[in-house]
């Protein structure tokens, strides 16, 4: 049974019209996620649908018997109050029970040791957890969640995945993490251009969904400009052949004319810009950090290597954070020595973005760009770093850059704080992006950026000619863009080769390595480190120099890994080949479901092959540039 209906829904925020009149409804028992770019009225649908904001027009309809329950991404909590109390408070209703135990336990899962602590001591992070908790708490019909997983770790994350995979009641959530709706949800809701587009599916089969609708939309659309060319020719033809024309052909030419083709989302455009590496890049020399009598980091030692894809995890509040404040010249270490190239020029994307300027200053005289004043106008901010930017298709203008990063013209003159949460962290990172950086620091950037923003975001790290250092929850973007994982435990950051899944697989699915997998993971081997650089600061070579001096048997290819190395490259050329003839044939079949289907599986399984293809080639490149550097 239908538990909510939105009918001809009508929502606008000055001259931005967010919905028009767009409808959808939900199910009992339906875990419901929805998504679209920033600015398109996510968090808004979820304030209308809790009934904390009105609409324009149109109505919202809920079932008399339903209770609802609604996590904002700025909750507020009495400040006075100790985190148990304000849990049990918010979570406590007529029919309430003894759920002390349960608060207790699950306050302990997310993170809290000290729950008589005021709610005024807490971070922004701890109160959305505790929030998060009471929400889940309630036992309510149908709850709504906007941005759940944001400040969670790992840990955190898979626990509140496989809790609401369990609950029976009814679900709506925004979320960017893709994982996290794959698993949970079984329904996806699109917003796009004001209306709302639902998928019974989750969120991999959204995906396949919204690329067959779209392929033959386009396909339709070809079909029509043709009927129209010889239409348009006819009136032509028949105009100089006489003085009257047929009105019903004249009339189908007429409405095919009128007819608007279909508009998919614009998507932001990256352009690789950085600046060159000298032979110095960022070293850490023993570095050793805490605050409060308590140790963050202890005795950490690396040598970023030239375009490093390096991923630190860990649970909240064991230092990551600290950790690339330091990297970016943010806060100095206790003790240790941090070393940064004169070449180096570091974009850090912080986790937060600050609500007052500071006036502390970073070494080169530049403030923290990580404030945005609400009262500045979009494009003067980023004119503060450049008028005109140097990018692969020559200097760009700050406004041309802008309309790349979905800031229409008419929007690059308006006030920062008109824009939505997730469109002022894309800005920020436009602006980070501006300054040609060689080295890029992500904190969490996947807690306020879109998921067709982060999709390209991964693509522009593919080819950014520099360092990665990221420190994110989110186990799809660790995926897909690192390839070393700094793991802290108790103080001491352990290296595991390979992203999040590989790391996962070998410490255990709770994501935290046991003491015996901690101490095996120490014990690189000589080939990892001489591939990766180690504690002891060495390079590659270095490395290898010092295990070769052990004894350590020499690197090669075997007779297959040769005869695959020198083949490989042809056989992703081949692959590539295929799924081009693959999307020929399925527009030329958008009419036959049955084809079309067949197609749709047999690109899947070519663009696996391909993705399988691509991972090896990745592999085999590594030892061969291993070999080399020995033999240097």
């Known amino acids: 049974m239908n538990i909510l209906t939105i009918e001809n829904l009508t929502k606008a925020y000055t001259d931005r019209l967010l919905f028009d009149g767009a409808s959808f409804s939900v199910q009992e028992g339906e875990k419901v996620g929805i998504i679209g770019i920033n600015g398109t009225g996510k968090s808004t649908l979820l304030r209308i649908i809790a009934g904390e904001e009105e609409p324009d027009g149109g109505s919202v309809i809920r079932a008399n018997h339903i209770v609802m329950r609604y996590l904002s991404q700025d909750p507020q909590l009495d400040m006075e109050k100790s985190v148990l109390d304000n849990v049990l408070e918010q979570a406590a209703s007529d029919n309430s029970w003894d759920i002390e135990g349960e608060a207790k336990s699950m306050l302990t899962k997310l993170g809290f040791t000290d729950l008589t602590q005021k709610a005024g001591e807490l971070s922004g992070g701890q109160r959305k957890r505790a929030a998060l908790a009471a929400a889940l708490l309630g036992r309510e019909e149908l709850l709504i969640l906007d941005e759940p997983t944001n400040h969670l770790d790992q840990g955190m994350a898979t626990w509140l995945e496989n809790y609401l995979k369990r609950r029976k009641g009814a679900l709506i959530?925004?979320?960017?993490?893709?994982?996290?709706?794959?698993?949970?949800?079984?329904?996806?809701?699109?917003?796009?251009?004001?209306?709302?587009?639902?998928?019974?599916?989750?969120?991999?089969?959204?995906?396949?969904?919204k690329a067959?609708?779209?392929?033959?939309?386009?396909?339709?659309?070809?079909?029509?400009?043709s009927v129209l060319r010889v239409e348009l020719e006819w009136i032509r033809r028949g105009a100089r052949a006489r003085s009257t024309k047929q009105k019903a052909h004249i009339q189908r030419y007429e409405e095919l004319r009128d007819q608007k083709g279909p508009e998919f989302d614009s998507k932001v455009e990256m352009g690789s810009i950085s600046t060159r590496m000298g032979r110095t890049t960022v070293e850490l020399h023993h570095i050793c950090k805490g605050y409060e009598g308590r140790e963050l980091i202890r005795d950490f030692s690396y040598i970023f290597l030239k375009n490093d894809r390096v991923g630190f995890i860990g649970k909240n509040g064991c230092g990551k954070t600290t950790l690339m404040k330091m990297l970016a010249g943010r806060i100095q270490p206790d003790s240790g020595e941090l070393v940064v190239g004169q070449t180096i020029q570091i974009g850090y994307y912080s986790q937060e973005i600050e609500e007052q300027q500071s006036d502390e200053r970073l070494e080169d005289g530049t403030r923290n760009i990580a404030y945005m004043d609400p009262k500045m106008r979009v494009i003067d901010y980023i004119k503060e770093t450049a008028e005109y930017i140097r990018t692969e298709d020559g200097l760009v203008s700050a406004s041309s850059m802008l309309e790349r990063f979905l800031f229409p013209a008419d929007q690059q003159y308006s006030l920062i704080g008109k824009l939505s949460g997730g469109e002022k962290r894309r800005l920020n990172l436009l602006r980070i992006l501006v300054g040609a950086p060689n080295v890029l620091i992500l904190d969490e950037p996947t807690n306020s950026l879109d998921i067709a923003t982060l999709t390209v975001l991964e693509d522009y790290l593919d080819h950014f000619q520099g360092i990665v250092i990221i420190v994110s929850h989110d186990r799809y973007f660790l995926d897909r863009t690192v390839n070393r994982i700094f793991a802290f435990e108790n103080g001491t950051l352990t290296q595991y080769e390979g992203n999040y899944t590989d790391y996962e697989n070998r410490v255990g699915t709770d994501g935290y390595a046991s003491d015996l997998t901690m101490e095996s993971s120490r014990k690189l081997s000589g080939e990892e480190k001489a591939n990766t650089g180690n504690s002891d600061g060495l390079t590659g070579k270095e490395a290898y120099k010092a295990s070769k001096q052990n004894g350590q048997k020499k690197l090669k290819f075997s007779y297959k890994e040769q005869r695959e190395y020198e083949t490989i490259e042809e056989d992703i050329a081949a692959l590539e080949e295929k799924l081009e003839t693959l999307d020929a044939d399925m527009v030329a079949n958008a009419t036959n479901s049955k084809r079309l289907s067949e197609l749709v599986e047999e690109k899947e399984a070519a663009e696996q092959e391909l993705e399988e293809k691509m991972e090896r080639w990745e592999y085999l490149e590594d030892l061969a540039e291993q070999i080399r550097n020995q033999d240097a």
């Open 173 to 209: 959530m925004v979320t960017h993490d893709r994982y996290f709706l794959d698993s949970v949800t079984n329904r996806i809701v699109e917003i796009d251009k004001g209306q709302f587009y639902s998928y019974q599916t989750n969120y991999s089969g959204y995906l396949e969904l």
């Open 212 to 225: 067959q609708r779209e392929e033959m939309a386009v396909a339709t659309e070809r079909k029509r400009q």
